[in-house]
């Protein structure tokens, strides 16, 4: 049975030690919450978790906050997801492709500007990030 | 849903509803028996008798948002698809494990999917609960218990994306080491 060390977590743990912001939770300048009940999940919501991670991932973000949520009772416009930038209203985003996911991380997370063409709505399910 | 990990992380999703606190998830593919045997177990609330009936029929939910419950029911179906079967051990107040079986050489089993992929979902949505992975590969084993990575790591949040990207990589790893390892033996 291998034991449970990870390489590239000694690393982090270094950075931990210098840093509270691996270790405090709350202090998220965006909330990215997927929908995954099984109706998003049969559309493909691990598809669009895992390429939030990778937008995360490929810029190294450590104040975004990724996490899931069961059905928001919109089966037929899965996958869907929440968005919300600390002090903002979040948006819910329908119909997800990993496409869409690339451009709404570039320009609603990196750039504030809600991406209208891809929302459902604004409002619901707001979260205090402060 | 295309593979089983999806089909895990529909049904690890209820133990998380039923508020449970752990989740033992497990994988077993028996060459010798012919058996896949997939199980989900939690400490949450459970279920009576005739919820457990219930739990099966699709039109059958506890919950308000709609007026139906697919994840047992698609599970069911995999089940009997690869000539396997599913049932469900619970009572109220003593959690429930869901055993879910398939003939490892029916042509109609789903393939694994993405395993790590599913266990990190689950973490970064719930990262308060301890969710323990076991695979038995005929002689070969695995676990991962992200409470005890919890332990070895207490100054790393479990669902920071780093934390993320390297458990999904440790367990891709072993999973890939017991897959080897019994196509050599």
């Known amino acids: ?130 | 849903m295309e593979d089983l990990s999806l089909h895990i992380l529909d049904i690890a999703e209820n133990s998380v509803e039923a508020g449970a606190t752990w989740v033992k998830i497990s994988l077993i593919e028996d060459r010798k028996t012919d058996l896949l045997q997939l199980e989900i177990e939690d400490n949450g609330r459970g279920m009576s008798a005739e919820e457990c009936r219930q739990a099966l029929n699709p039109f059958y939910t506890t919950r308000k948002t709609r007026r139906f419950g697919l994840g047992l029911p698609f599970l069911l179906e995999a089940c009997q698809a690869a000539g396997g079967q599913l049932s469900l051990e619970s009572s109220p107040g003593q959690g429930t494990k869901v055993i879910a079986t398939f003939r490892l050489s029916h042509i109609d089993l789903k393939p694994l999917g993405d395993i790590p992929l599913t266990i990190i979902a689950l973490i970064a949505g719930h990262p308060e609960i301890d969710w323990q992975y076991y695979h038995r590969r005929n002689d070969w084993e695995f676990k991962f218990d992200s409470k005890e990575f919890k332990e070895n790591y207490p100054e790393i949040a479990i669902n920071h994306p780093m934390a993320l990207k390297a458990i999904r990589n440790f367990i891709n790893k072993n999973l890939s080491l017991i897959r080897r390892e019994h196509d050599r033996g």
Request: one cysteine or more.
């Open chain 1, 1 to 130: 049975m291998p034991k449970l060390t990870i390489e590239e977590l000694e690393k982090l743990r270094e950075e931990a030690r210098k840093t509270t912001f691996i270790r405090e939770q709350g202090q998220f300048r965006a909330k990215i919450n997927v929908h995954m009940g099984t109706c998003g999940l049969a559309a493909g919501a691990r598809h669009i978790l895992n390429a939030f991670l990778q937008e995360i991932e490929k810029r190294g973000l450590t104040d975004v906050l990724l996490t899931t949520s069961g059905c928001a009772g919109l089966c037929s416009r899965e996958p869907m997801a929440t968005i919300e930038i600390a002090g903002q209203a979040p948006v819910k985003y329908i119909d997800l492709t990993e496409k869409k996911v690339e451009e709404i991380f570039e320009k609603h997370i990196q750039g504030g500007e809600i991406v209208t063409a891809y929302a459902l709505g604004i409002g619901s399910e707001k979260t205090d990030l402060s």
